[in-house]
């Protein structure tokens, strides 16, 4: 459902990161004149079986690392806000071996908009291309350094943003948390996703720009970070690197919401 929801702002979000349109208007307005309404679930198939993986990943990876460290502060009953932002930052980077292929698959199936002469025909076609051509290491990994930043990034805020919003509902309705109603959950969830993309969009439009990137002698950026925060910086200036966060932040809230929202509950339920 999460993926369902989420996948036309996401490819709204990732046409403008690359520069294919300077405004959602644009991009929706062209895409469904151009290419049909079909165009807006182009790259679906590989975060739909992603997605349940990397949730999975995720939330391990950051209760795993939350036991070790309060097995390094046996004095502590629970993490610090700044231990929460460590925890996620890990959970980020756990998620990125699975992150990093698959988005970019996903994003080099979005950013094609020629229906007739198109280089992959799906998310098998692709796979089989780019290992061909650049091998795993280099093809489906292309651009895993800059994922690895945001995810750290991104999840140590989401992390850390929805534990702050919590503690302070239970501080100021002098309730258990297990009382905070679900109205109070799904702000909470949802603040904590646009919080997630706010700290870390400037590393999404780097990775969209490494990941949607042609392969081989055509490749205009060859995997640099470099090259391409220096393109944006030029010819961009600083707002290159918040193109398409409207979008992005529009999605983040009814995503983000109903995870949190739904792992509250169910650690309500496991008790």
């Known amino acids: 459902m999460q993926v369902l929801i989420g996948q036309p702002f996401d490819l709204v979000k990732v046409r403008m990161q690359t520069g294919q349109y300077s405004s959602p208007f644009e991009a929706v307005t062209n895409t469904l004149k151009n290419e049909g309404a079909s165009a807006f679930y182009k790259g679906t198939l590989a975060p739909l079986f992603g997605v349940g993986a990397c949730v999975s990943i995720q ?31 890990v959970a980020g980077i756990v998620n990125t071996p699975v992150t990093a292929p698959v988005e970019q698959i996903r994003i080099l199936l979005q950013v094609q908009s020629d229906n007739k002469n ?11 291309k780019i290992v061909r051509s650049d091998g795993v290491a ?63 969009y400037p590393l999404d ?48 809230i009814p995503c983000s919401a109903a995870t949190f929202t739904t792992v509250e509950y169910v650690l309500r339920w496991l008790g």
């Open 205 to 252: 439009v780097i990775k969209s720009r490494i990941q949607g990137d042609q392969f081989g002698p055509n490749s205009k950026y060859g995997g640099r970070i470099g090259s391409v925060v220096k393109e944006i910086a030029a010819k961009e200036g600083w707002r290159g690197f918040w193109r398409g966060i409207g979008p992005a932040l529009v999605r983040a």
């Open 118 to 128: 198109k280089l992959y025909r799906g998310p098998r076609d692709a796979i089989r």
């Open 59 to 89: 939330f391990y990876g950051f209760y795993e690392a939350k036991r070790q460290i309060l097995k390094r502060h046996p004095k502590q009953k629970d993490l610090t806000l700044a231990q929460f932002f460590e925890a996620g930052a």
């Open 138 to 200: 280099k093809g489906l990994f292309r651009g895993a350094f800059i994922t690895l930043l945001r995810e750290a990034q991104a999840y140590g805020m989401w992390f850390l943003s929805y534990e702050y919003m919590m503690r302070q509902a239970v501080r100021i309705q002098h309730k258990e948390r297990k009382e905070i109603s679900t109205p109070w959950l799904l702000l909470f969830g949802a603040g904590g996703g646009d919080i997630l993309w706010l700290a870390s």
